[in-house]
């Protein structure tokens, strides 16, 4: 490693030592300047320092080489350089962490993808929203390139189009990967979503069934082609439960004796316990099993879980009257009626299976009866109204046999 003064004109003429493909020049007026020449003619200023854990380092000055940079401006900027990093300011850190920033898209596919996979049964979900609003956006930029306008613009574009739930839903799933990113040391200085507040939902439909309706659909449902699905709604009315967990329940997820239903794959991710109730147990009493066939609510032709079953459901639906009545309704239907029955939120929220007493909240809603019913508190005590006869009626249960074993 030979040590000399450089001048522009070995700059410019330098060619390796007798022998060697390449070699390395060392400037004697900047210390850590170097001139690397190749035997194919190219030059390159380089610089030579230790960084603060006493790594020897070797970068290079610039982009271009020699060639089209003076061997002043070389000394220059290398002074420049390793004053920098004397006082602990390495710019060619910055650099190279720059370098492991990766592309929204390149995170989302390498990292976040592959994470959600292992716990969300849902993700399908999340890569359908990326796929159409979130990646066309945002995916080609780096991630500490993404912006705070870049997120502002993409949910107004998308709310132009949608309802606010959805919307929500967009802005909820990019300020969970940003968190992930920054959880996962990604290094960004914050989350570009940081303090963007979701829309007001005025699309949460307050929807549950009453006593007539609860009659006509299971009326409509006894007439079915279906044969499974008046037990698959019932079910679903009588445990709260989602539509996925019931399609996939098997007769090994229920402890009859210690009556409670085990749910393993769920929203949350959790295992979770589903007391079985008197009605329950009947209703399970009455479903027709299938000799080798491990699930509890299957297509009768295939003996395997439903993937979907809108079809039949729309049908009973609407043969019942009741067109606007989702199945999804009938989970909130379960949590309404504990609320009108004087049980407490924390019970629904245990029953519902919900992490948060706030997503409860929203199922807290009293009945027309039930309202009707308080108000008549006051009867007693107005001797003109004490004729009025009193209209409150008790949901019927699922009447069938109890079944001692499953």
Known sequence: MPKKTLTQGFVDSATPERGKNKSDYFDTKVNGLLLKVLQTGKRTFYI?????????I???????DASALSLNNARELAQQKLAQIALGKDPFAKAELLRDIP???????????????????????DLSLLKNHILPAIGGLYMDQVSRRHMIELFAKHRQSHKPGSTNRIIILTRYIFNCAIKWEVPLEKNPTSGIELYPENNKLERYLSEDEAKR???????????????????????????????????????IEGRRWKIEFNKSGKTRYV???DGVIRLLDQ???????????????TLKPYKHIFYSWDVARKRAGLGDLRIHDLRHSFASFLVNG?????????????????????????????????????????????????????????????????
């Not at 030579?48 to 020897?56: D, P």
């Not at 592309?103 to 979900?125: A, I, L």
């Not at 679903?236 to 996925?244: M, V």
Request: some cysteine.
């Open 48 to 56: 030579r320092y230790k960084n603060e854990r006493n790594k020897l």
């Open 275 to 277: 007391p079985l109730s």
């Open 103 to 125: 592309t929204f898209r390149e995170f989302v596919e390498q990292s976040y993808m592959p994470h959600v996979k292992g716990y969300k049964r849902s993700w399908g979900t």
């Open 342 to 406: 004087g049980r407490s939120l924390y019970e629904v929220q245990k029953l519902l299976g919900h992490t948060q007493i706030k997503t409860t909240q929203r199922y807290a809603h009293l009945s027309q009866d039930s309202l009707l019913s308080a108000a008549s508190v006051a009867i007693s005590h107005v001797p003109m109204a004490q004729a009025m006869p009193d209209a409150a009626n008790d949901l019927p249960l699922i009447q069938a046999k109890t079944k001692t074993a499953c």
């Open 217 to 255: 659909l299971f009326e409509a449902l006894g007439s079915s082609r279906s044969k499974m699905l008046k037990y698959i709604v019932s079910m679903l009315l009588l445990t709260g439960a989602r539509k996925s967990e019931v399609l996939r329940a098997k007769w090994s997820d229920f402890d």
């Open 287 to 301: 479903v027709p099993t299938f000799d080798n066939c491990e699930w509890v609510f299957p297509n009768v032709e």
């Open 58 to 64: 070797e970068k290079r000055l610039t982009a271009v």
